[in-house]
């Protein structure tokens, strides 16, 4: 066990619809990635955030976005949802100290299935 | 342009004797590597990481890794195979964003 949460494990929609997944950090963490984890593009960074702040993009759609709140926790909301989204949902947290040595870790991913 | 190849997609070993999963990598400046193994259906495990120093570096599981800058290599091994380290492994460089770059992985098989 990580330490790392997500909620939820599961989450099937049809397309079109929003839906957010929750991720609570390793306590005294401060930063949180999501990433996106699919059979065509396998593992892509989507976006970090560090103790409330947006800290970098990488390969993040328009109509997703992402938020981190002062108990640290964050979510991705994901809106106007298509097929191809369907993907697991990870997110990693790290203490991030300043440099890049930091580990990241993984929680268990949310699965989504957009149908 | 920061990248990582894991040249195989699966490896084949028997059960008791010595893996390797190879890793390249191409990143800027000094470089931050990571190897991480993923179960199926479960997120990832943080194996080991090469900071600086040692170019051999040990972790969980009877795994280790060893760094080679000339040849930007960062080869993971264990001496003896276990069925139970079939598996899903990623080695991810540290990008200068600080995410993980990841490549397709390496799919380990090891039959008893």
């Known amino acids: 066990d990580s330490g790392v949460t997500q909620t939820p494990k599961h989450l099937i929609t049809a397309t079109g619809q929003r839906v957010t997944l929750r991720c609570s950090p390793r306590?005294?963490?401060?930063?949180v990635y999501w990433y996106q984890q699919s059979l065509d593009q396998g593992l892509q960074f989507l976006i970090q955030?560090?103790?409330?702040?947006?800290?970098a993009k990488g390969n993040i759609l328009e109509r997703f976005s992402a938020q981190q709140f002062p108990d640290l926790h964050s979510e991705l909301n994901l809106s106007s949802l298509e097929l191809g989204d369907s993907a697991l949902y990870f997110c990693?947290?790290?203490?991030?100290?300043?440099?890049?040595?930091?580990?990241?870790?993984f929680g268990p991913g949310t699965r989504l299935t957009v149908l | 342009a920061q990248s990582v190849a894991q040249p195989e997609d699966q490896v084949n070993v028997a059960e008791g004797n010595p893996l390797t999963v190879k890793c390249t990598y191409s990143?800027?400046?000094?470089?931050?590597l990571f190897w991480y193994v993923q179960y199926p259906n479960r997120g990832l495990q943080f194996l080991l990481k090469?900071?600086?120093?040692?170019?051999l570096v040990k972790g969980s599981y009877g795994f280790e890794a060893e760094f080679n800058k000339s040849q930007t290599s960062f080869h993971l091994k264990k001496p003896s195979a276990l069925v139970s380290d079939s598996a899903l492994y990623f080695c991810?460089?540290?990008?200068?964003?600080?995410?993980?770059?990841f490549g397709k992985g390496t799919k380990l098989s090891v039959k008893p």
């Open positions: 306590s005294g963490d401060l930063s």
């Open positions: 090469y900071i600086t120093g040692d170019n």
């Open positions: 991810a460089p540290r990008g200068s964003q600080g995410n993980l770059i």
């Open positions: 955030y560090y103790n409330g702040e947006e800290r």
């Open positions: 990143v800027s400046g000094n470089p931050y």
């Open positions: 990693a947290s790290s203490v991030e100290t300043g440099g890049r040595a930091d580990t990241q870790y």
